[in-house]
């Protein structure tokens, strides 16, 4: 599997967007991939919403089970987790693409 360019997919919507920020949405991202909700990832882009809260959420959820095609754990809560009010997928511009030769 090819992974994203979780540095240029993966943005912060809502809430705080600080280094700290980042680097959980790309974790909630990361779930969201294993678990199949971000399927057309090589085409698009992610938008995570208030990540240090989700992201608090997801680890209060319980243990998580480990997914080892993607290296990541994946906490119980994730599943809950809606598009549109959570996160957002959108499509990447062939101008972003193109800039950032993807």
Known sequence: MINPDWNLQVKIGRGRSDTGAHHRAIEIARQLLAI???PAHLNTLIVIHDAYDRHRYL???GPGTYHA???VVVYPAVYELEPGQDYEIIPMSDSFRQLHDL
């Open 69 to 71: 095609d993607f290296n």
């Open 36 to 38: 199949g909700c971000w």
């Open 59 to 61: 680890q209060l959820s």
